[in-house]
């Protein structure tokens, strides 16, 4: 028989982990040192979340919830990538645990206000936005989500206010929702 002179493709999983970076390969290597490393799966899981890997990113924030279930950010970036998975209510499950550990954690509460829009529930979605912008007044995404529901409560200029707001503090804000199918 011949030799193949080229070589074949590469599989899909050897192109996204190339794409992943050094950054992922160094966490991974902790991961395989220490299985226990909840802070290793955490920052794995952000990286896989910035590259749009999500239910990789979600399973990452679980295991390292399971190793330190004090971990609000974990339950916090969990429910964000919920949100893009549009898994909303495991999503507020996970805002709910998030807020009971950190009370004043604002990030937490813009999570669950998207999760709670993305789920047509305006009021709370409203007030989540309104409770996370009370702690942190320049976060593009409270703003631009408590646009989007005024707006769909009839509340137009209230909601075009904000949204103007957002946009100003963050220019690309509107497209970074919109990839998590927050319109």
Not at 23 to 28: A, K, Q, V, W
Not at 54 to 72: C, M, Q, T, V
């Amino acid at each position: 028989g011949q030799v193949a002179v080229n070589p074949p493709p590469e599989s899909s999983q050897v192109s996204s982990d190339r794409r992943r970076g050094a950054e992922y390969d160094r966490l991974t290597d902790a991961i395989n040192r220490n299985p226990q490393d909840a802070d290793a799966y955490y920052k794995r899981g952000n990286v896989l979340a910035r590259l749009r890997e999500y239910d990789l990113a979600s399973k990452d924030f679980g295991r390292a919830i399971e190793l330190n279930p004090r971990d609000a950010q974990a339950y916090n970036n969990r429910c964000w990538v919920n949100v893009a998975l549009r898994q909303g209510q495991m999503a507020i499950s996970d805002c709910d645990e998030a807020l009971r550990l950190r009370s004043d954690y604002a990030d937490a509460y813009d999570s669950r206000g998207l999760a709670n829009l993305m789920l047509g529930r305006l009021d709370p979605a409203i007030s989540d936005f309104d409770d996370a912008l009370r702690l942190k007044p320049r976060l593009a995404t409270s703003l631009y989500g408590r646009g989007l529901a005024y707006k769909r409560q009839g509340k137009t200029n209230a909601g075009n206010t904000d949204m103007k707001a957002a946009t100003v503090i963050d220019p690309v804000v509107r497209e970074e929702l919109e990839s998590y199918g927050i319109r």
